[in-house]
Structures are given as C-alpha cells and as structure tokens.
C-alpha cells in the first residue's frame, strides 16, 4: 500500500484553497467531519473555507464563505446537527444557480470542494463539476472574471462525505450519522421495554427509513423485536395471521411485552404502504391487546454524535483533504467510504447509479435484488433477522451438548451473544447448558440447562447474566474433565477475553493428555480492552469508548465559563491504548498517552508547552488521556502534578479516573447487533464440526482447526486457530504483537496541531462498485 510522507503533502497543500460544506438533512457526526476537514486542510498548508447553509450559501456567498482558523472548529465535535448549517437549495438545481456558486468560488480562489450529504447532493456536487469549464467560459464571456483567472482555476475537484442517518448510499459500510440514530432509537426501545413489561403492552415503533430499512432492521435486531417490516422484503400474502400466531405464542410462553418495529417506508408485495396505525389496529382488533404507537420522528436525527460516528467522520475527513490535495484534473469525482475499519476512495457517480438500481428493483417488486444490492451487511443482518425471528426448538433432537459460559471481565455485548447462540443451538436440536462463573464454574459443576424463554430479553441487558470470572482452567484441569465428562459435553462455545483465548489454548494443548477435551472449542471476542488476537474488534469495546467519551464530554463542559483548564483523565484497557486512542480521537484529545507508543520526559514537556501555547490563545480547556498501564513511573499523578507545574500561570490542571463506569450499562446498538451475529455464526461452525466429526457414536477432534478465535478482520469472518495466533500475541502484556488501530495515532495528532514530523500516513484504498461485488460482499 502506497504511503505519503506528509512533509512533502504540507508543501503541496501551500497556495491551495479548499471549502467545505453541509447539504440536505442533518447527520450527527457532519460537525466532527468538518473539524476533520479544516484542520487537516490548515496542517497541510491550504487556506480552507467554511461555507454556511449549503449550497444556498455557495450560491449567495458574501459572508457565507469564510475563511477557517484553527479555533474555528474547536468544541464542535461532540455536538449534533451541522455548525455551518445546511438548506435544501433549489436554485442550485438550475444553471443559473450553479453560475453564482462557481463565481463565488473563483473569488476566493477555491478549486477543491468536499461536500457531506446524502446522494442528492454528491449528485448535484459531480453536475457541478463537469459543468465546471463551460461555466467558466460563460463568466469570461459575461466579463465577470478575466481568461487568466480562468485558466488559473481551470477544473475542480470534488469529494464527497456520505452524511445520512438511513444508511442507505451503496459502497459504504456506514455513513454518517447512522450509528448514532440508532442510539437514540435504542435508548426510546429500551425505555419503551420496561413499561411494556409492567403493562403487558404490544408497542409498534416506528423509526425513519422512506426508502431503506437499515435503521429497522438493525434495530430489531439488537432489541429482538417480534416483527418487522422495511420496504426492502415486504411481507408475503397473510402476514396478518402470521404476526398475531407470533404475538399470540409469545404471551403463551409468558412473555410479557411484545416489540413491532415498522420503517416508515414500509410496503406490502404490492406496493402499498404499510402504516404503524394499521398495525397497531390490528393488534387491538385480532388480539385484544393493550398497544401503543410510538412515532420516533427527528429525534433519530438530535443529539450528540456517537464515538463511531465521531471517529468515522474524524478519518474520512482527514482522507478527503489527502484525496483532493492528490487529485488531478482526470480524477474522477470520489467519494470517501468505510470498508471495515477503513477508508476507501470510491468512484462518486457509480455509487450513486447502484443507490439508485436499489430503488429500481424495489419499484419493479425485485424485493430479494433490492436486499442483496443493499450490500452484504445489509443481506447479512436480514438473513439472521429471519434465522432468529423464525426459528423454533426443534422437535427432533441431535446427539450433541453444548456448553456455554462467560470468562474473565464483564463486557456489554455478552448477553446478546448468549441470546442467539442458545436459541440457534436448540434451533438445531442440541441440548444447552449455561455454564456460571467461567473456568471456575465449569470445575465445580455450576451448569443448568438452557431453554428458549430463558434467554428473553438478554440482548439489551449489560454484563454478564451468566456470571464471569478470570480463572483460568490450567488450575482446575482435571474437574474441568470430570464436568464435560458428566454433563457429556460435545463442545464449549466461551464468550470472553483475552482469559477466555488463553483458557481455550489451555484446553487445546491438554487435549494429548485428556480425551475427553477433543471437542470443538470456540472463543466470541468479548472485553472492552480490544485486546484479543485475532480479530479487529472485540465484543464491549464500541459500548466502553462511548461510555469513556460521554464521560470526557461531561468534563469537558464541568470547566465551561471557568478559567483555561486542563483534564487528564484515565481509562482503561490494561497494557492495551485501544480505548484511550479511541475515546481521544472521539472527543479530539490534545494527547493520549499509551504503552504501544512509548513516551519519555522530553515528550511529556513538549506536550504542555504546545497545550500552553494554545491556551495563550483562544483554547479554553485541554483534554489529556492516559492509558492506565501505559507507564510503569509516568502515572496518572505524575503527569497531573507535572501537567499543574508547568502550567502554573496559565491554566490550572484536574485528573479524572473514569474507572468502571467504562464496563457498566446497556450494550450500543453496535455490540448488541454484533453479539447478535456473532453467536450465530458461532454455533453455525460449532455444528458443522459436530457434525464433521461424530463418528461412532461420539464426538473427537484434535486438529488445530477445531479450536479457533471468530475473527472478523476487514469485514471477512474467519476461524482462526488458537494455536496459530500463540505466535502473534505478546502473552506479558496480554495483547496481539501488532494492532491494526496504531494508524489512528498519527491522525490523532495532526488534528491535535502537532508539528511533528510523521513517517508516514497510510491513505485510502481505491476501490470500485459494482453489482457483483456489492451481492457477494461479505459484510457485517
């Protein structure tokens, strides 16, 4: 992968001039993505302006293009909505329009134009672009501007940043503002859950979406809601019969609440809308039951942007300034997408014609095109929907029992991975025991069987219902042995950390000295540390960054109307930085301390001499953070007392231990979604190697293959041998060797105005759509 030394892209940013703006519905994140653009743009050497009001303010101009300062952008990444405003601008439809925007532009100087907004925007953003020549000519020709002036400023170039809450622009995993409307729609849900319970109520919820179900169907997903209904895969003839069965046999099994979700844009096979009220009439009618509808409306749109929403903007943004700085006037229009965790540089007008063909297939009732040209994800999450929703024990039992337990610390997420894997594990006829208190639990014989309703409700609740403990199982190996034995275990699914990968590679290398561990063995990430091997994200990790961000943002607003004040605040992680860097780059930390990116005195002088500076200026509070083992001498305390002396006279210095809080609450609507499907794609491996290696009347593995990590790395699932990853992990420090996330840190400090010399920046891949690709992409 080409890298760029950014000495040499300082100097190409000088005498450049590049403008940002916000267009069409506001998307939480649109103010981190233009703090991105700006300050990237400035570290770079290019003059960059903010354009208020969209295009209206492109066409008006005047004082609607300024010109950004470094402080222009400060405090603005934790709030919602769009600080420079957007407005639906129809005159920027008509030529007429686009000609005052383009002598806007040349006036100050301005070939370099990024644009966040939905696919009506960027659309009207390339128009603009390929007209870019002749309207130039036009101006010379109407003597508005001279031929040099012309020539000057000869083509421009555009990129694009996808801000929509719906998701629903292909190419991209994520666009801006999704995740964080489906926090807001999760916190209503679960509000909604508790006094549903104490009523016995049905609700029918219904969340934005006119023309795609992604806020939906993920959300019924992570609330395991009884019914669903998207515009993409209408119900089929006799639906309403269907969903009352389903209501009906749900209050047999003593559930007390029943959740239907309904997209706004909801269908039938036939075309025709679907309404909440309709619905919710047809509860009361059939049933009888006490309903109620509750119509979520812009609120999905309000509030503070999430931590992935603020850290998605964050490197799309800073990947926008690198594409238009080494764009040409050849470059095709881009627009700057996610592809796992990374950015991606896709063709602007191909990802727009297949946004389109999605609406294409679904006005000619292509309904099942319409899901796979969404996109893996999209395909991926309906698939399991209907796997969850639909399934039921099974009448016929199969010959194998599993085992499922919780190890080492607590992480939001678990108890939804628990949820899904029990229900498909009965699904396929197995037996399931709950195994308490991990390795420990196992030894003493602390297992009771799983049932269906058992694991009601579980998708929202954080911690561990099952009980978790960090005992390993090389202690206890030999009761280990006589409870599989007993209970006649045929396989152990361990939803856990870095002690539940170790356990299990305790488990594998004692399989020559015990029989009876010949089983498979699979191990679901789970720690808010992210410090498993394997995988790029473990389960909890996305719940305790949001946690530790909503902790920082307190702090930092607890010094708002005070004199110049600097926090350093501790988290979490153990020997890990993933939290730290991740909560930084979210809430726009000036440093973040870790144990990968080693420091000494001299950096921690020159990091509060830079923070004294800004502070001289127009900064008001400055936000440290510091891994908690990230120093053996360096601690929390030291840099406190170090960060107070030095500042002494110019700001005054508080520390901040956020400790458990990052652990505690309800699961993000990422990690129930993803606890979800991984319990799922957990038990589907589970049984085909149950299934691969029964014979004569028993289970028996012992290859390495057959003891494995789930890893979800870059969008691709894979089963990763715990035996293999032995050679990557530092077993010291309890982390992987190399860590995917360390690429973060170089971005963390150019917007933090760092001028600093780094090595190198990694930019994004160029990447193309097509329908086949979109179809088979194997995303999450």
Known sequence: MATVDLEKLKMTGAGKALAVLTSGGDAQGMNAAVRAVARMGIYVG?????????????????????????????????????????ARCKVFTTREGRLAAAFNLIKKGITNLCVCGGDGSLTGANIFRNEWSGLLEELVAKGRITDVMAKEHDHLN??????SIDNDFCGTDMTIGADSALHRIMEIVDAIMTTAQSHQRTFVLEVMGRHCGYLALVSALASGADWLFIPEAPPHEGWEDQMCTRLENSRLKGSRLNIIIIAEGAIDRQGNPISATYVKD????????????????????????????????????????????????DTPACVIGLSGNHAVRLPLME???????????????????????????????????????????????????LAIMNVGAPAPGMNSAVRSAVRLALAHGHRVYGVQDGFQGLANESVFEMEWHKVAGWTGQGGSLLGTKRTLPDKNMEKIVATITKFNISALLVIGGFEGYKGVLQLYEAQNVYEKLCIPMCVIPATISNNVPGPDFSLGADTAVNAAMEGCDKIKQSASGTKRRVFVVETMGGYCGYLATSTAMAVGADAAYIFEDPFNIHDLKTNVEHLAEKMKKDVQRGLVLRNEKCHENYTTDFIHRLYSAEGKGIFDCRVNVLGHLQQGGAPSPFDRNYGTKLGVRAIQWISTKLKENFKEGRVFTNSPDTACVLSLKRKVISFVPVAELKAVTDFE??????????????????????????????????????????SIDAGF
């Open 46 to 86: 290019a003059k960059v302006y903010l354009i208020n009001e969209g295009y209206q303010g492109l066409v008006d101009g005047g004082e609607n293009i300024k010109l950004a300062h470094w402080h222009s952008v400060t405090n603005i990444i934790q709030l919602g909505g769009t600080v420079i405003g957007s």
């Open 158 to 163: 555009i990129v694009g940043l996808v801000g």
């Open 282 to 329: 047809l509860v009361v009618n059939r049933l009888g039951y006490d309903t109620r509808l509750t119509v979520l409306g812009h609120v999905q749109r309000g509030g503070t942007p999430s931590a992935f929403d603020r850290i998605l903007s964050t490197k799309q943004g800073v990947e926008a300034v690198v594409a238009l700085l080494e764009a040409s006037p």
């Open 351 to 401: 990802c727009v014609e297949m946004t389109k063909l999605v609406q294409k297939a679904m006005n000619e009732k292509r309904f099942e095109e319409a899901v796979k040209l969404r996109g893996g994800s999209f395909e991926n999450n309906w698939n399991i929907y209907k796997l969850l929703a639909f399934q039921k024990p099974a009448q016929l039992k199969s010959n194998f029992t």
């Open 733 to 774: 420090h309890r982390m992987p060797k190399v860590q995917w996330w360390f690429s973060l840190r170089p971005m963390l400090k150019m917007l933090a105005k760092y001028q600093t010399s780094f090595c190198e920046y990694v930019p994004g891949e160029i990447e193309h759509v097509t329908r086949r690709s979109i």
